[in-house]
Every structure is written in structure tokens, then in C-alpha cells.
């Protein structure tokens, strides 16, 4: 049982340097998340994709880029990184039923990333 | 006031104690509620949801107190694998639309053998 899984799990770039952050997930949801989760704040969402090729921005979506390619995929892109995106990244999903997302969403192992 | 506040702990309990948890919120017309467990350097995972009426499932009880705008947690026989952090989640909106969801700081529990 994958669930959702998330590569790199660790990464170090250096201010400027580009990355992807993907996630894939094996359950058929139809929504995807992108979360920072930094001490001292809970987590904050970067990206949601309600369904494939739609994504909305969440509450700190400055210097992300995302991408939803399909229903299975959600790419996170970095493309000058910056000291401050410093975090620990979690993809998430949850199910889409027809009054809206339900309440559980299953996490990625988490993506720690380090800019220099 | 934050949205979503927790005492952060931790709380250290031995093996066997009730320990309980609150989380208030400052929306009063927020929607649905959740515990979130999180272990050191993992993932967060649903714990329980919690209902109008309360619900149990086996030691976890949660709770919701509209009028005081607070729910709770109560973990009763604490077990050393109970040690983790505790996230209260609250959708103030749509309870159908996760992009709204507000996430607490997390409270610590270490119980000791």
C-alpha cells in the first residue's frame, strides 16, 4: 500500500538553484495538496488541485510553481530557491465526494529541504 | 487571537494516566473538526474526526464545545506509543473544501514508562 509518495525526501540547493518536488498517489483522489511545515508555525497550504488540470493557490504560494499531471500526479517546482523556502514539504490527498473533499487527507513522508 | 490555538506541552504522563488536550478556535462558524497525530520527523495522520455528539474510538474521545468554541481530546490508558504531537484542525468554511483548513501548532505528549 504506496499511498502518497513524495521524492526527494531530502535535498540541499543553493540560493537560485531550481528543483521539483514530485508526489504521486495510488488512491484515486481527486484532491492533491502542497504544504510547508516550518517550527513555530502549523502547517500552511502552498497549492491545491481539486481535480486534474485545476490548482488553486493556498495561503503561501510565492515562488512555487505547481503542476497537476495527471490524477495521480502533483509536481511542486521551486524555481529559485531561497533561503526562506527552508521547510519540511508534505504532498497530501484527500477523496472528492459530490458535497466536496472529505476531511481525511493522507500525507507524504515528507520532503526536507535545505537552501543555502 | 489565532485562529486555531493549542498549549503546546509537552505533557509528560506516566504509562497508564487519562491525559486531555484542548484546542480553541476563533470562528464561530467553523465547520468541522479533526485531531491530526503527528510522531517526530513523520507524517501527519488523521486521528479522529470529531462530531456535534463527541465520538469515541477505544481510549480517544473527542469533543466539541460550540458555545465555548473548543474541542478537546482525552486519551485515557496512555501507552508509551501515544508519544507524539497532536494537531487540531479546524475548516472554518465549506466543510467541503480542504483549502481552507487551518492547522494548530500541535501539542507534545511524552508518556513514561
Known amino acids: 500500500n504506496a499511498g502518497v509518495t513524495q521524492t526527494p525526501k531530502f535535498q540541499v540547493l543553493k540560493t537560485g538553484q531550481s528543483m521539483t518536488l514530485q508526489c504521486a498517489q495510488d488512491?484515486?483522489?481527486?484532491?492533491m495538496y502542497w504544504y510547508r511545515q516550518d517550527p513555530g508555525m502549523g502547517l500552511r497550504l502552498i497549492y491545491y488541485s481539486a481535480s486534474e488540470g485545476t490548482t488553486d493557490k493556498g495561503e503561501v504560494p510565492n515562488g512555487y510553481n505547481v503542476s497537476r499531471l495527471n490524477k495521480r500526479e502533483f509536481s511542486l517546482r521551486l524555481e529559485s530557491a531561497a533561503p526562506s523556502q527552508t521547510s519540511v514539504y508534505f504532498c497530501a490527498s484527500s477523496e472528492r465526494r459530490r458535497r466536496g473533499d472529505t476531511g481525511e487527507l493522507f500525507f507524504g513522508e515528507g520532503s526536507r529541504l535545505t537552501v543555502l | 487571537r489565532k485562529e486555531v490555538e493549542q498549549d503546546p506541552g509537552p505533557f509528560n504522563v506516566p504509562e497508564g494516566a487519562t491525559v486531555a488536550f484542548n484546542c480553541t478556535y476563533s470562528?464561530?462558524?467553523?465547520?468541522?473538526f479533526f485531531w491530526y497525530r503527528q510522531d517526530c520527523r513523520k507524517e501527519p495522520k488523521l486521528l479522529m474526526s470529531v462530531y456535534s455528539s463527541g465520538n469515541e474510538d477505544g481510549r480517544f474521545t473527542a469533543q466539541l464545545n460550540r458555545a465555548s468554541q473548543y474541542i478537546s481530546l482525552l486519551i485515557r490508558d496512555s501507552k508509551l506509543s501515544d508519544s507524539a504531537t497532536y494537531l487540531c484542525v479546524v475548516n472554518p468554511y465549506n466543510a467541503g473544501n480542504n483549502r481552507k483548513l487551518i492547522w494548530g501548532l500541535g501539542t507534545s505528549l511524552a508518556v513514561n514508562p
Open positions: 470562528n464561530s462558524a467553523s465547520q468541522s
Open positions: 488512491m484515486n483522489h481527486n484532491s
